[in-house]
């Protein structure tokens, strides 16, 4: 009896007993997750991106703060360029993906490097493949005027020549320089210009000229040395 006394007061009990509801676990994670801020107008944090105001990734050419730069179809920033086609400009492009314009010159030894596939010795085998001609004239008698009219023509002198292989290695990334001074030819002496290129703190002529009057004998005007058998004696006078 007593039990079944007990049994009735604590069901009394419990019914008497504010009822608490049982939250949804999925609608208590919803509420308590906050939405992920849209990046505006900054970097991502990788420096990959650029979003604009609106938080889309920018694409093409944009300038941002003081220096410009490019991103590529899918946004991403494009870096580390020695020559890179935009439209129907050629831009230079650092490691931070910072855009410089190549000049007129630069802009054609872009262009026929390219056509030469990046290769260097390509290149040096066009310079000296140029019709030679003599007779030629430009506004100002300087190395950028040469090539300019170099890669225009496709004829010139020993200067044009130089000139055109100079800017395709310089544009290609080479620590290049144009020379002119005097070359020894038997015993005469005569004006002359060709490149030097520095590779691993060793210093080798490129002689495009020389290539085209001596190559057919089997001789080269490719990477050689100063005072190299076979070649010319060069005597420098300006290095640019």
Known sequence: MKKKLTALVLSLVLAAMPVTPVMNVQTVSAA?????????????????????NKGKKVKGLRKIGKYTYIFDSKGVLVKNKKYYKYGKTYYKIDAKGRVSKLSQVETLAAIRLQKCGGNLKKAFKWSASLRYNGNYRVAKKNHTNYGIYGFRTGSGDCYVMASTFYWMAKVAGYNAHYVTGYVNKGKTKGPHAWVEIKIKNKTYVYDPNFQKEFGP????????????????????????
């Open 217 to 240: 004998k089997g001789y080269t005007g490719y990477a050689i040395r100063y005072g190299q058998k076979g070649t010319l004696k060069y005597i420098k006078k300006k290095v640019y």
């Open 32 to 52: 308590t997750t906050t939405k992920a801020a849209v990046q505006k107008n900054t970097w991502s944090k990788d420096h990959k991106y650029y979003y604009d």
